[in-house]
């Protein structure tokens, strides 16, 4: 009781700042050495397997078949070989359109059903929020057979052709991404004032025009975040992908996968393209990390999933 | 349990005495109108639960509603903006999570699969041969333990990173960057990278063989197993780094002028003043992580490929490889509820734990 009271005191002084040599010893958690241990552990444990994926794609397959960290040659010419060989190019234009698209339909609908799940009470209300947090956790595994079914059943009943088409692989990854996606705007629709909302109603605004003019201009962190995890959602899907698509329309990574498959013959797998292919795959999706990581980790946190 | 991840939510701030004049008036109104709903809404939080709703639920609130006058959030409700969204999970989710039930009840192969509507009912005959002559409580065993294993490692190494990254240092961001990568990076990613480090031979056999040690086989055999862990383990320590950063976050900055003023040890600290902060969002990493280990299927699917060797055969992949392996896709579905059932008991905490609502928010229970 005293240790807070004289805390609340000296919290007051003036040379208590934010950032202050004396505030960070305060603040202090650990001891330099531990920190630095700790530190340095963790650094290694993440980067020596990246550098590792940039070293074996530019060394040779038998480099790296016999276990060179460092290549003993050094080519870039994986990167030039990959777009033809297993058709990484048409995979990843297809992942590119098919995620894309997930993204933007999805935050669309996710802020529309988010905001009408946030300002408005209805019967139902609580359980479709509690729905939206259990739909998250639905294993794709469960899932994969009776959606594949439905498809097929909608070609042989409607005439509708789903299976093997982007079409199937999108509409699947947009209702697997609408449930995090629409958690994320609940989330962030909570925290905006209702005030510039009954002065548009005022002014005479619709639902709509609520929705569209004061809600989306200010949602715009709230939508980037939902559109990404949705973009991620597609992206890194292997299960549908696999079970859904034809070489025409397959993904980045299923195109990933045929290296593989491609290393039973006997021979040395395409090891260095493997890695370079990897690289490729991973290099959009890191990229937007670190452009929106702040807003990322935020929603993350928020929506409390992966 | 505590979900102090869900605590920083910012409230809307409600209307109050500082409205601007021209305001006032009108924003008042809407207050007393909006009153009216919120009051039926906590009716109807509440009844279920307490039963105190006499008769059946519907009629009773018709009954009432005319005689109030309907609030402005009633009035035009755009309830219309939940059906694309609600339509699409309705058909896409719930359609198929039934289907897959029913289907767990037929006799389904390659040939009755075209015109499965007409396949053969045979009850509880695929559960009985899932339960008693299937690898399936062998894999059940295998997802649970793995998940269980690769949480326990995890918690530590995403506490340590948190406890060391919360303080300021020079390179602090690119430090938290870097933590991030293993989280990032697309699973088949991953999963592709470790699966060719693990190659007889490869750069992990070279590196342990440089010391003297004789590893064995990593993707084939019972060491499969702990290869499957690792690999997991460096995928998902970020996460329990994220959540307990933002638990670490919370922590009042009095406390630690508290604990410095008492002279306690930085060990005593962590122990009695910083890690009770901790445990609201670690339970929740505990049950979202075990929730996406036991989920998970790239991981295992690009890593071993399928058929998966025995001791890597988690329930994912083998519920993958009887449909589209073996085609026994009834056995499959029934597998499938399983993992559901198993999946239902850390999905069940979490959704008891989690608030759904704010504490300010008309209507809201937790």
């Known amino acids: 009781m005293t240790a807070t009271a004289t805390a609340e005191r000296t919290g007051a002084a003036p040379s208590f700042r934010p950032g202050s040599k004396r505030q960070h010893e305060v603040t202090r958690l650990l001891p330099g050495p531990l920190l630095a241990c700790i530190l340095v552990f963790l650094c290694a444990l993440v980067l020596i397997p990246v550098a590792y994926i940039f070293l074996a794609s530019v060394n040779s397959d038998i480099g790296v078949a016999n276990g060179e960290f460092v290549p003993s040659t050094f080519s870039l010419e994986n990167y030039g070989k990959i777009w033809s060989s297993v058709g990484l190019a048409t995979g990843l234009a297809n992942s590119v359109a098919v995620a894309g698209m997930t993204a933007v ?36 595994t469960l899932m994969v057979l009776p959606v594949f079914v439905l498809f097929s059943s909608s070609a042989s009943y409607l005439g509708i052709q789903v299976i093997g088409t982007q079409w199937g692989l999108f509409i699947t990854y947009l209702t697997f991404a609408m449930p995090f996606s629409t958690w994320v705007m609940v989330t962030y629709l909570r925290g905006l004032p209702r005030e510039l909302e009954e002065a548009a109603r005022i002014d005479g605004a619709s639902n709509v025009g609520v929705l569209v003019r004061i809600i989306l201009p200010l949602s715009w962190p709230g939508i980037v975040v939902s559109g990404i995890f949705a973009f991620l959602l597609g992206w890194n899907d292997v299960l549908f992908a696999s079970v859904m698509t034809r070489p025409e329309s397959q993904t980045a990574a299923v195109a990933l996968q045929v290296f593989g498959a491609s290393q039973e013959g006997g021979a040395i797998p395409l090891y260095g393209q493997m890695m370079a292919a990897s690289l490729v795959c991973a290099a959009p999706v890191v990229i937007l990390y670190l452009i929106f990581q702040r807003y990322l980790v935020g929603g993350l946190t928020a929506g409390g999933v992966k | 349990m505590t979900t102090d991840s869900f605590k920083d939510l910012r409230t809307a701030p409600r209307p109050s005495a500082g409205t601007p004049a021209p305001m006032a008036g009108p924003a008042q109104a809407g207050r007393v109108a909006t009153a009216g709903p919120a009051q039926a809404g906590r009716v109807q939080a509440a009844g279920p639960g307490a039963g105190a709703n006499p008769g059946p639920d519907g009629p009773a609130r018709l009954n009432r509603r005319p005689a109030r006058r309907k609030g402005l959030s009633e009035r035009n409700r755009p309830l219309w903006m939940l059906i694309p969204g609600g339509l699409l999970m309705f058909v896409i989710i719930v359609v198929p999570l039934l289907l897959g039930i029913f289907m767990s009840t037929l006799s389904l192969d390659q040939y009755t699969l075209r015109k499965w509507v007409s396949a053969p009912f045979i009850g509880v005959e695929n559960f009985v041969e899932a339960l008693t002559s299937s690898p399936l409580l062998h894999s059940v065993w295998l997802s649970v333990s793995y998940s269980l294993i690769a949480m326990v490692v995890t918690l530590p190494l995403g506490i340590a990173a948190a406890v060391a990254t919360q303080n300021s240092f020079r390179g602090r961001a690119v430090v938290r960057s ?189």
């Open chain 1, 105 to 140: 339909v999805s935050a669309a609908l996710s802020i529309a059903t988010a905001y009408v799940l946030v300002r408005y009470q209805f019967r139902g209300r609580l359980t479709a929020l509690r729905g939206l947090l259990a739909l998250q956790s639905v294993p794709g």
């Open chain 2, 178 to 366: 870097i933590f991030l990568v293993p989280y990032v990076l697309p699973s088949f990613v991953v999963a592709t990278v470790w699966r060719t480090m693990f190659q007889p031979d490869g750069v992990i056999d070279s590196a342990l063989g440089s010391v003297g040690i004789d590893a064995g086989l990593w993707l084939n055999g019972p060491q499969t197993f702990w290869t499957l862990v690792l690999v997991q383990i460096w995928a998902s320590w970020p996460f329990i780094y994220l959540l307990a950063l933002s638990g670490l976050q919370s922590v009042d900055h009095e406390v630690h002028e508290a604990s410095a003023l008492d002279g306690a040890l930085w060990w005593n600290k962590l122990r009695y003043v910083v890690f009770p902060y901790l445990k609201g969002p670690l339970a929740l990493a505990f049950l979202i992580g075990m929730l996406h280990h036991i989920n998970n299927f790239t991981l295992p699917f690009v890593l071993f490929g399928v058929p998966a060797p025995a001791d890597v055969e988690v329930l994912p992949i083998l519920t993958y490889v009887t449909s589209f392996q073996s085609f026994r896709f009834g056995l499959s579905a029934a597998m499938a509820f399983v993992s559901l059932v198993l999946i239902a008991i850390p999905l069940f905490i979490y959704l008891r734990a989690v608030k759904l609502d704010d504490a300010e928010t008309p209507g809201g229970k937790k």
